[in-house]
């Protein structure tokens, strides 16, 4: 028996398996989200803004922490902030993830991807965009559920801190003290939101990402940030997959408005 995929596996469930047994305990503050919406950079300002270690790579432990995931099951979480971005964003991000090796390791899942949903030119996102909404729509890889799942089981949940890229985008210090109160019933003083927001502004993280990034890595995992910049690889075909793949009603949940489309191809 290949051991290799077991393995490899075992530091990702051991650490679901520490947040989702003691997430009320130790506490975790656990931020969660689909891929590519933010949560890494949420994530670090809140361990900088509540003075707690940052538990995502490194091996988790029974401590008062900050942490990250993808959950789609709530059971057993607790202290819980839902992380939302507008999919149009987040899926022109998430395509970067799927087909160019980055410094977070996701060298597989471009592999995966590539035979299973491949394309001609990669680069041309606007050509392939739709095709790649129709494939992750029917047979997500990873995760292994859709964002539309996602949503209907976290959009708006009881027991659970709401926030979204846009609202942390838009005014970093105020919507980082909103979210750190709900979560500690500790309000955070303005200055120390706006000296946190200002050492994690975008350009920072950006920056240092770059220069780390190494020399295998063909993008880096922190890519434009940019609101609405799905507009420039979006077209009718692409929103009419986003209807198809049935995301239309979540995303009027949240607020972000989807036009109408035609329809067409897939992989």
């Keep these: 028996m290949n051991w290799a995929p077991i393995t490899g596996r075992w530091p990702a469930v051991r650490h679901k398996a520490f947040v989702r047994g003691f997430s009320a305990l130790a506490p975790y503050y656990l931020v969660n989200e689909f891929p ?17 270690p940052f538990r995502q790579n490194a091996p988790i432990r029974l ?20 992380l939302w971005r507008d999919p149009r964003d987040l899926l022109v991000s998430f395509y970067h993830h799927c087909y160019f090796v980055n410094e977070h390791n996701n060298a597989a899942l471009v592999q995966i991807m590539k035979a299973r ?6 680069a041309d996102i606007r050509v ?6 129709r494939f992750l ?39 980082l003290a909103r979210v750190a109160e709900a979560l500690t019933d500790t309000p955070l003083s303005a200055g120390r939101a706006a000296e946190v927001a200002e050492r994690h ?5 950006k920056q240092a990402a770059d220069l780390a990034k190494p ?5 880096s995992f922190v890519r434009e940030g940019a609101l609405g910049g799905w507009r420039a690889h979006f077209d009718p075909e692409a929103q009419a997959a986003l209807e198809e793949g049935g995301y239309a009603d979540g995303m009027h949940l949240l607020g972000y408005e989807l036009a109408q489309s035609e329809q067409g191809k897939s992989c």
């Design 36 to 52: 590519k919406s933010g949560g890494t950079w949420l994530a670090k300002m809140l361990s900088d803004t509540l003075d707690l």
């Design 128 to 133: 392939n965009l739709p095709a790649f909404i």
């Design 215 to 219: 020399a295998s890595a063909e993008v």
């Design 63 to 82: 401590e008062r922490s900050v942490t990250h995931g993808h959950f789609l099951n709530p059971l057993g979480l607790r202290n819980v902030v839902v």
């Design 201 to 205: 502004n975008f350009a920072r993280v």
């Design 137 to 175: 729509s029917k047979t997500p890889v990873s995760p292994s559920f859709t964002w539309p799942k996602f949503v209907a089981v976290w959009a708006w949940r009881p027991g659970t801190v709401q926030t979204s890229y846009e609202a942390l985008r838009a005014d970093t210090p105020g919507e």
């Design 117 to 122: 949903c491949p394309f001609d030119d990669y």
